[in-house]
């Protein structure tokens, strides 16, 4: 079963056509990677997906039905490219809030506080202030906040960077868990490495338009040279 269908979707700002008709689906449960040079057009799709933009054109079919951004944005986590953590506030204040507006009550927030800063080993991380952290313990103070409701589709921009090694593993066992138990991940990217390494299924965007789509195993090669013709142009 699908858990997102893109059919169709087109966005441009003023005459530029920054997505020009790009359909495809996305199987529950796969690890979905979007890849494309800058400017390609992967933000602007991520920003209609998580219904911060409406379409100009084309459908989105979300778990079965038409995307209805007010009410299926509880089921949606995502983490965008450029954080959106208050730098003023404490760690644990801002997760809470951030839960209670996907909808968990005060009870089930805090306890889903305790659990992930534990796991992810920033516990003794939750008083200080967001400006304390480094940008790599930020980064995991987001991921946190974009699944502790326990979204259904998991959309991340970028999820690495900033990160050392370990802690890129760590995120990275915590996508393929989530991935096992049944959340569909979108995880887009500049990096061809890090989409062989994470994805089972990825989409090439160049300029708009949908280059290539299918099974990583099956057109890794395909992808590759894509990729080096689009680095030329
Ligand atoms: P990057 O990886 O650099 O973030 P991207 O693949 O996410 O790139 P988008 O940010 O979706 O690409 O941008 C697609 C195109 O639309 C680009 O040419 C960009 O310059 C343009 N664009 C994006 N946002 C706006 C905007 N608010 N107004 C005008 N043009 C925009």
Redesign the pocket.
Known sequence: MNVLELQHLKKH??T?K?VDDISFSIPKGSIFGLL??????????LRMITGIFYPDAGNIIFDGRRFDPQNDVQHIGYMP?ERGLYKKMKVGEQALYLAQLKGLSRKDAQEKIDYWFNRLGIASWVNKKVEELSKGMQQKVQFISTVMHHPKLLILDEPFSGLDPINSQLIQNEIFDMARNGTTIIFST?RMEQVEEICDHIVL?NK?RKVLDGPVKQIKQDFKQHLFYISLE
């Open positions: 700002y003023a530029h920054a494309g040079p800058n400017g390609a057009g992967k933000t602007t799709l490219e500049h965007v708009g």
